[in-house]
């Protein structure tokens, strides 16, 4: 099961520490949602996900005040009871000093926030969706061209690292090189990024390898894009049939969602960043409801249509 340390979330949302005693680098997060436990704080416990980070909102903050002393040590000591991962104040809350004794007694870390309950989670759950997400590594190199996640793919040495060069120099951006880390976040998105050693990197055979970072500025790399496009690059095969109008989209799948794929045959001579900018530009309008081989079919078709008509006069 995927999980991610406690620290790097409080870190990422810049939570407050309130039991410091508390050895938080040991602890790990392994679901993306957040739980607000109204109805535990209630007496509820049927169906409490306890895996979950729990965050005390404004609403339960003034539950709990209302309680008389013993009511509300009970309700603490229930709660805290369970392996829970953090808890988390937000809006500024502090908890009493009952819940901080009975925190560390169980061992449940007590985060603060100044954030709003509403944003605090928002924000949380959209960063541990990515960082728990299923992931995969492909070979490939990922840019993003026009806005669009261009994932290069191919046998080693066809090529893409120099594609996404000239790319590059064109005004794109590197996601990464080599080795790409595709996450799928949902149904119908993947995120790709690079691993934190190769970031920024390009290898180019007979020159080593370049730091596009340093070559090209800041605006030439990217650290995440989503996946909307693959080109997968083959060598040119003269008894293959290509497709040559686009009519039907193919697919290739990763991690259960389908990209649109295509199969581009190299030969000397070929500019792959022009072809490449092309894909991604003819792919975004089609998104947008324009579709240029469905254009041209309905031309054929309306001059076929029209020839008949002629035909049908004389």
Known sequence: MASIGLQKLIDKTKLVNLTPEIDVSKIRVTQPDINRPALQLAGYYQHFDCTRVQVIGFVEYTYLEELEE?????????LLSYDIPAV????D?????????LARKHNVPILSTKVSTSSFMAEAIRWLNVQLAPCMTVHGVLVDVYGEGV???????????EAALELIKRGHRLVTDDAVELRKVSDDTLIGSAPDVTK???????????????LFGASSVKDTQSIDLVIRLEEWDKDKEYDRLGLEETYTEYLGNKVVCHNIPIRPGRNLAVICESA???????????NAAQELYA?????????REEADED
């Not at 809350?93 to 004794?101: G, I």
């Not at 994932?151 to 690292?161: H, P």
């Not at 920024?200 to 340093?214: C, P, Q, S, T």
């Open 70 to 78: 013993e009511r509300k040590r009970q309700m603490y000591e229930q």
């Open 88 to 91: 988390v104040f937000s809006r």
């Open 93 to 101: 809350l502090r908890p009493d000093e009952t819940f901080l004794e």
């Open 151 to 161: 994932l290069i793919t191919g046998e080693s040495g066809i090529g893409k690292s």
């Open 200 to 214: 920024h990197f390009i290898e180019l055979r007979g020159i080593g390898i370049v730091d596009i970072k340093a």
């Open 280 to 290: 991604a530009v003819n792919h975004r309008q089609k998104k947008m409801g324009y």
């Open 299 to 307: 031309r054929v078709q309306r001059n076929l249509a029209r020839r």
